[in-house]
């Protein structure tokens, strides 16, 4: 098990508040989501126009040899390296430019030039290095209009290389460009987009930055793939998107079984937090059998503790359970929930859905529908938290019993209802300490969970005002 808390900016005003609370600084301090993936085990892919969160390290190289159009680099030292980054090649005599990597991995790395053929620069004391191209991700469209009128059912997203200005994009294509210092990422927003350098921001109607990653399960069960976004819900104030696939396109895109593609933060009422720094959670919350201990589950609770018009996030990414509380391969369930901890009534969102590891999706995953929560089953596709609160804990008063927390659990739908899971519990508000963990017996084991009870936390259920939740922190 393994768990990561820090005090995290909630703000994108600037690069280095923005890379705080999305990306992977490594530091002290500033543990953000990226980070939290990795320390968790869980495998970052090849998948090409990944945000890059800093320059590399200076890697020497030893040669670059081939014959033909691909041509192999081999570094002196393991260069980490990632297939679809832009490297800068210095010091050789045949290939000193920007290069996209076709493949990389321990040593060795290549690229393609129809220029050369037979060459060998090999000299040694050349370098090459992966230069930072991270840029302030644009606003993501709220609700259901992500770019232009174009509806998350109906965006795809597809990679295109590096930008070529007599080339015609339309919405969806991402791009390399060539800022004058450095690369960075860009998504078309236009149709008929030709001869528009990208330059992202509100005055940018035809492109936005663009900052993504991909990730993958590496617990041993069947994979599954994980995109999230990272941007703005509105201007300096941090958005994301989240979204499950049984598999990878090579173009920027999951593919196979896809589930919703889920915005979050997108609140026209929120602000951003400047400097202040609030409390974020991160918990692998993985079972020891039967798959290894990591890389599998996720939980994160981020900005716990902000306060008025600032936003909290959810996410919880659990496998399908067994009646023994072991995880499967059928299928993976996911939460997620954001809302502000501002003086008016609860004011949280909440939704749930489930995506299949193999087969055809029994749950058609192919729009949003905005839908009213709580334990029942919602209209359409899209599926509010489903637990058992609002019948058993209508009200606030306390429901605990023999000193244990009352708590009950969120029940997985996978055009069945699940068994439980165990990465997110309910319980009535009055029954919980915020941030104080506790510790109850689910499937025969004893697991501890972090509580919150926060005002947007309280929508959790369909009872507003009288609901907490707890991630498992473990």
Not at 36 to 46: K, S
Not at 207 to 216: H, L, P, R, T, V
Not at 283 to 288: D, E, F, I, L, V
Request: glycine share 12%; hydrophobic share 35%.
């Amino acid at each position: 098990m393994a768990t990561v808390q820090d005090n995290i900016v909630s703000d994108s005003s600037t690069l280095a508040r923005f890379i705080a609370w999305a990306g992977n600084l490594g530091s002290v301090n500033n543990k953000g989501i990226s980070y939290a993936l990795g320390q968790f085990a869980f495998l970052q892919q090849a998948e090409p126009g990944q945000v890059q969160w800093a320059d590399s390290a200076s890697i020497t190289l030893d040669s670059i040899t081939g014959n033909g159009t691909i041509w192999t680099g081999t570094t002196h030292t393991a260069h980490g390296f990632r297939a679809g980054q832009i490297v800068t090649i210095a010091g050789t005599t045949h290939f000193n430019s920007n290069r996209v990597l076709l493949t990389a991995s321990g040593t060795t790395f290549t690229i393609t030039d129809a220029t050369q053929s037979g060459v060998t620069d090999n000299a040694g004391g050349q370098t090459c290095i992966i230069k930072g191209i991270t840029k302030i991700g644009d606003i993501l469209r709220n609700n259901n209009a992500t770019i232009q009128a174009v509806a998350n059912a109906g965006l795809t997203v597809s990679w295109k290389g590096i930008f070529a200005g007599g080339t015609t994009y339309i919405i969806g294509d991402v791009v390399w460009f060539n800022t004058g210092t450095d690369y960075n990422v860009f998504i078309s927003i236009a149709n008929a987009n030709t001869g528009n350098n990208p330059v992202g921001g509100a005055a940018d109607t035809k492109w936005q930055a663009y900052c993504y990653e991909f990730w993958k399960s590496n617990d041993g069960g069947t994979a599954y793939h994980m995109k999230f976004e990272y941007g703005q819900a509105v201007a300096n104030v941090p958005g994301m998107s989240f979204q499950l696939g049984t598999s990878i396109s090579g173009t920027a895109a999951l593919g196979g079984n896809v589930s919703f593609r889920e915005l979050m933060g997108q609140s026209s009422s929120t602000t951003a937090g400047g400097a202040s720094t609030f409390e974020c959670d991160y918990s692998s919350g993985q079972n020891a059998s039967p798959f290894t201990a990591n890389g599998g589950n996720f939980q994160m609770l981020m900005w716990r503790n902000a306060t008025t018009s600032i936003q909290s996030f959810l996410i919880v990414v659990e496998r399908e359970k067994d009646n023994t509380g072991a995880d499967t391969n059928n299928s993976v369930n996911y939460i997620i929930g954001y809302g502000p901890s501002s003086s008016a009534s609860p004011s949280g969102t909440f939704r749930q859905n489930n995506l299949a590891l193999s087969g055809a999706n029994p749950i058609a995953c192919t729009d949003v529908i905005q839908s009213s929560f709580g334990g029942t089953i919602a209209s359409g596709t899209h599926f509010g938290v489903f637990s058992l609160q609002q019948v058993q804990m209508s009200t606030s008063g306390s429901r605990a019993a023999h000193s244990n927390t009352a708590i009950v659990p969120v029940f997985g739908y996978s055009g069945y209802v699940t068994n439980p899971l165990l990465g997110l519990v309910t319980a009535v508000k009055g029954d919980v300490v915020e941030a104080t963990s506790f510790s109850i017996s689910l499937y025969g084991v004893s697991h501890t969970y972090l509580p919150t009870k926060q005002l947007w936390a309280q929508n959790v259920v369909e009872t507003t005002g009288v609901s907490a939740f707890a991630i498992r922190f473990e």
